[in-house]
């Protein structure tokens, strides 16, 4: 059984930066495709980064490009979301995700961009 922690969110402000990691544990992270998402109050759920089991293929919404990078720390059975130049409009509930022949998520962790 397969558990997902995320950390990392805080208040920053705008312009700021902030590293979330997806810790794993009960599996080996690499072997999984893993994606961020994110939940702002009243909004569905979306995706906007992921990076594959596959040669570490990445894939960057619209509104992630050129801002956030999504990496693996494999010695840390992790994955970090480095997301730079925070907006108001990046504030939202963050959620990793992991997904091969099972699905796990992260409890989430809150991420408040504000002056």
């Known amino acids: 059984q397969g558990q997902l922690v995320d950390s990392g969110g805080g208040f920053v402000q705008p312009g700021g930066s902030l590293r979330l990691s997806c810790t794993a544990s009960g599996i080996d992270l690499k072997e999984w495709t893993v994606g961020w998402f994110r939940q702002a109050p009243g909004k569905a759920r979306e995706g906007i980064v992921t990076i594959s089991s596959d040669a570490d293929r990445q894939w960057y919404a619209d509104s992630a490009k050129g801002r956030f990078t999504i990496s693996r720390d494999k010695a840390r059975n992790t994955v970090l979301l480095l997301m730079d130049s925070l907006k108001p409009e990046d504030t939202a509930v963050y959620y990793c995700?992991?997904?091969?022949?099972?699905?796990?998520w992260g409890q989430g962790t809150q991420v408040t961009v504000s002056s």
């Open positions: 995700n992991a997904f091969s022949n099972e699905l796990y």
